[in-house]
């Protein structure tokens, strides 16, 4: 018997509890859907250092002995036009926000040199957005991609509150 047959036999009151119930259960079942459907980055966290990267990292910070720490690998990427990965150090919290080091390395095209860039970053951990810190001291936007939030969660988690 269809719902449609079983709610036309129902009195008022059996038809309305019935239409409740199937309300709640589709609203119900919708939901799950549509949650399970969505991509999953809450337990984000950055993959082991590949060897490639570590070896560009270490040849570029022996060039420059000052700026050696202990660098976290985040991400990196890799295509024809450009190679680049991000590294993070010293994240420190005051209230709701992070501050870090961030290390760029990247080179446009393998026959180019590469190139490394320091910046000094903060995580805004209650609206999960990077920002960046110009030489004048403002914050601005750093470009989101796929997946921010859930980084900016990891990097907070690295620098629980006192």
């Not at 070896?55 to 202990?70: G, S």
């Not at 991400?75 to 990965?85: L, R, W, Y």
């Not at 957005?129 to 939030?149: F, I, N």
Request: proline share 7%; net charge positive; with cysteine.
């Amino acid at each position: 018997m269809s719902v449609l047959s079983r709610l036309r036999s129902c009195d008022g009151l059996q038809a309305s509890t019935a239409v409740r119930t199937i309300l709640i259960m589709g609203s119900t079942a919708a939901a799950v859907s549509v949650a399970s459907a969505l991509p999953s980055h809450a337990n984000w966290s950055p993959k082991p250092e590949p060897k490639f990267w570590s070896q560009v990292r270490r040849q570029m910070l022996d060039q420059d002995t000052a700026k050696q720490a202990e660098w976290t690998f985040m991400e990196a990427m890799q295509s024809p036009k450009i190679d680049a990965a991000e590294y993070l150090r010293n994240p420190r919290r005051l209230d709701q926000t992070v501050t870090f080091q961030a290390l760029l390395l990247m080179r446009k095209g393998e026959s180019n040199p590469w190139a490394m860039r320091q910046l000094s970053m903060r995580a805004q951990c209650l609206d999960g957005v990077l920002e960046r810190q110009d030489q004048e001291g403002r914050w601005s936007p750093y470009p989101g991609r796929q997946g921010t939030a859930s980084k900016v969660n990891w990097i907070c988690a690295q620098a629980p509150n006192p």
